[in-house]
């Protein structure tokens, strides 16, 4: 059972399954359930799952009772998209998180968040933000490519400088840059220098300020809810981007072509005919690393202009083989 030890502060369950009542506090860092067979050890999960809004019988009840409680609360100072998904489903109450079910001998539940009633889906929904639960390949987050970033992010404490819209711009492009140098450090070879892009503003570009101006000075100011800033915030970084498309796209296109023409030695037709070339190259071991990482090192330098302004300090974080 892994469950971060952070957040589940507190497990309480009452006539269920072979358990009478049992109430179990856990402190910060890792918590080890030790037993013999048979012990219970795995009701401990059971009773997670359940607060986690899987489906229950019958047999969850302790034999001879009317009905199995079973209850958990969680800190949620390191559990950012929890509390936005409280605050949306107007759950929230600070940062602690409070579950309760209940399963009657008839079979049927009820359920409960910070003591309001909520639906299974409900729980199901909150609990992706606070559990996981990793044995017999169930319920594996790390096997979810959309939740390896956060991970990534979370270890490196980053949630809080990310919106909610966005995101898969700004931190995809920031940890393939960081990639790029992580194996340049790792080959002992020199990052390739990229010039700047250079092209004139285009004749909508002050349609793109027009519509960051509305949102920095009346949409935000006049937002009282959080969740509405946050998503405002996601949206004014797509439109700083999609501006830095508009005025230096074909720029950093025309870049790429010549990289790929001058990595594969032929006159490549487009970028996505010269990509598609290159992946079988490397796959055949055709191309040296020192050629391989100045087509990626430039590509993710023009990928990271056309994001600078979406990323702000993010755009100048840079790999440090010290952390």
């Given at each position: 059972m892994l469950v971060s030890a952070r957040m589940l502060e507190n497990l309480y369950v009452k006539d269920f399954a072979i358990v009478?009542?049992?109430?179990?506090?856990?402190?910060a860092g890792l918590t080890v359930v030790t037993g013999e067979t048979g012990a219970g050890k795995s009701l401990l999960v059971d009773a997670l799952l359940l607060l986690a809004g899987t489906r229950a019988d019958a047999g969850a009840v302790r034999h001879g009772c009317e009905r199995a409680e079973l209850g958990a609360t969680f800190s949620l100072a390191d559990a950012p998209a929890a509390r936005q998904w409280l605050k949306a489903e107007d759950f929230d109450e600070g940062n602690v998180c409070q579950l309760r079910r209940v399963i009657r001998s008839e079979g049927n539940s009820?359920?409960?968040?910070n003591g309001r009633?909520?639906?299974?889906?409900?729980?199901?929904?909150?609990?992706?933000?606070?559990?996981?639960?990793?044995?017999?390949?169930?319920?594996?987050a790390l096997l979810d490519k959309s939740r390896q970033l956060d991970l990534l992010d979370a270890f490196g404490d980053l949630n809080d400088l990310r919106g909610e819209v966005g995101?898969?711009?700004?931190?995809?492009?920031?940890?393939?840059?960081?990639?790029?140098?992580?194996?340049?450090?790792?080959?002992?070879?020199?990052?390739?220098?990229?010039?700047?892009?250079?092209?004139?503003a285009t004749e909508v570009a002050w349609l793109y300020d027009a519509m960051l101006t509305q949102i920095r000075e009346i949409v935000v100011?006049?937002?009282?809810?959080?969740?509405?800033?946050?998503?405002?915030?996601?949206?004014?970084?797509?439109?700083?981007?999609?501006?830095?498309v508009d005025r230096y796209g074909d720029a950093a296109a025309a870049g790429e072509l010549a990289d790929l023409r001058e990595l594969l030695g032929?006159?490549?037709?487009?970028?996505?005919?010269?990509?598609?070339?290159?992946?079988?190259?490397?796959?055949?071991?055709?191309?040296?690393?020192?050629?391989?990482?100045?087509?990626?090192?430039?590509r993710t330098s023009r990928r990271t202009e056309l994001l600078r302004p979406a990323m702000g300090v993010l755009a100048d974080r840079h790999f440090d083989p010290r952390v």
């Open positions: 009478g009542e049992a109430d179990i506090a856990l402190g009820r359920a409960w968040i009633p909520a639906t299974l889906a409900q729980m199901q929904e909150l609990s992706e933000h606070l559990i996981e639960i990793h044995g017999q390949h169930e319920h594996q995101n898969g711009l700004i931190y995809g492009e920031l940890h393939r840059r960081l990639f790029c140098e992580a194996i340049a450090e790792n080959l002992g070879l020199p990052m390739p220098e990229q010039p700047p892009l250079e092209s004139p100011p006049r937002s009282t809810d959080p969740f509405v800033i946050q998503r405002s915030k996601g949206m004014a970084r797509v439109l700083k981007h999609l501006q830095q032929a006159d490549v037709v487009s970028i996505d005919a010269g990509r598609a070339e290159l992946v079988k190259r490397l796959a055949d071991g055709a191309v040296s690393d020192a050629d391989a990482l100045r087509y990626f090192g430039r």
